[in-house]
């Protein structure tokens, strides 16, 4: 159904906008030159574009807070450049030059960690979420309220008890962890404002309105 519809719409239809013609009349009537794309270029059509201007250093392309090198950059310190990258294969990076949007070749990640590394950091980030999974566990568990059965209307009473102990030890690891506790925002105290801020103007005083009438 879908190919019926491709066909009618290019060959049998004549929308107001082509003057009559049909879709594939009008193209093959439109007199501008056709130039292939070499196969190799195709994947630049799926690069995405920070919508930023970048300036080569002896350092390369500083993105993200990270370092792209690459030989042909030699020489060219100062050039103003665009980036586009294919999303989530951020290792390697195309650059192309924002004057004449000449495409000056590809720049990789400086200093990549080893597969070791990449290994190693992803055990640990594995390990890390285990370990938030099984205190989420622990903390729902504990939160868990549980109530004596009874058979007869009455106000309910809770089940489990704590010792004054357990109790002073568990809100003393809860405040450990919260940050907000931690903070100190008097333990270096505020000097007194430079001269170049702007300060509040005063608040006149119902005695200084007496004195100005």
Do not use: C
């Not at 993105?63 to 050039?79: E, I, K, P, Q």
């Not at 890390?128 to 566990?137: G, H, I, M, P």
């Amino acid at each position: 159904m879908l190919l019926e519809w491709v066909a009618w719409w290019n060959t049998s239809h004549r929308p107001d906008t082509l003057g009559g013609k049909t879709p594939l009349e009008a193209w093959r009537a439109d007199p501008t030159p056709i130039s292939d794309v070499q196969p190799k270029d195709l994947a630049t059509f799926s690069l995405e574009d920070d919508g930023r201007t970048h300036t080569l250093t002896t350092s390369g392309i500083r993105w993200r807070r990270r370092d792209y090198l690459a030989d042909w950059m030699v020489g060219n310190t100062g050039t103003k450049v665009i980036i586009r990258y294919l999303p989530h294969h951020d290792d390697q990076i195309e650059v192309f030059d924002t004057t004449t949007g000449h495409h000056l070749g590809p720049a990789f990640l400086a200093e990549a960690a080893t597969p070791e590394q990449i290994r190693a950091v992803r055990a640990a980030r594995t390990a890390a979420a285990r370990r938030l999974k099984a205190d989420l566990k622990a903390a729902e568990k504990l939160r868990r309220q549980r109530f004596e059965a009874v058979t007869t209307a009455t106000a309910p009473k809770r089940l489990g008890s704590l010792t004054t102990a357990q109790a002073d030890a568990e809100l003393d690891a809860g405040a450990a962890g919260d940050r907000r506790s931690l903070a100190r925002p008097d333990y270096i105290p505020h000097g007194p404002a430079p001269d170049t801020w702007a300060h509040p103007i005063p608040t006149r005083q119902p005695d200084d309105e007496k004195e100005t009438r």
